[in-house]
């Protein structure tokens, strides 16, 4: 980068990283696939930084980013190979680790946009109207998508789980 934007590239990803992580890791849930959804983002942003910088929600245009390339990645499942599991993490006070795994399994079956939706929704704490900036959509589309999400979740989750799962009000 000719104009010497590179250092504030550097110095954004430097302090995104764990956020970019956190949030691949939730929308694939395997430790080498986040890294890999990470690295492939900052890249992107690396090549577009022009643009990226002059977003007017940075941290928004960037997620947006990290979303599409976890979709893109899903349609062009068939060169993936499960290596294995990621290694055991501390759970979070009061989190049952049976319980984190049921649930993304059960994610792990619902479709690619649902499964983003309901991530950015209910594990990153995302509002309607910033999930739709991130997805490119309405946020009606949000809305149906979450309750298409959930209502797969309670599908494949069962009678088990079946109150765990509720679509209250929109933020």
């Known amino acids: 980068m000719a104009d010497g934007s590179e250092a504030e590239y550097v110095a954004y990803v430097s302090g995104r990283i764990p956020a970019l ?29 022009p643009q990226v910088r002059k977003a007017e929600n940075i941290d928004n245009y960037v997620h947006t980013i990290l ?29 049952a680790v049976e319980d984190r795994e049921v649930l993304r399994a059960a994610l ?36 149906s998508q979450t309750a298409h999400g959930l209502a797969a979740l309670r599908r494949i989750l069962g009678d088990q789980y079946a109150g765990t799962f509720t679509y209250g009000e929109a933020r």
């Open 108 to 143: 792990a079956q619902v479709p690619p946009r649902q499964q983003a939706v309901l991530v950015l929704r209910f594990l990153d704490d995302r509002p309607v109207a910033e999930v739709a900036e991130i997805m490119g959509c309405s946020q009606g589309t949000v809305k």
């Open 21 to 49: 992580r956190r949030l691949a890791y939730l929308l694939c849930g395997n430790d080498h696939q986040a890294d890999d959804l990470v690295q492939e983002t900052i890249t992107k942003i690396f090549v577009r930084w």
């Open 67 to 95: 979303v599409r390339t976890f979709l893109d990645d899903r349609r062009r499942g068939w060169w993936k190979v499960l290596l294995g599991t990621s290694p055991e993490r501390a759970a979070p006070a009061g989190a």
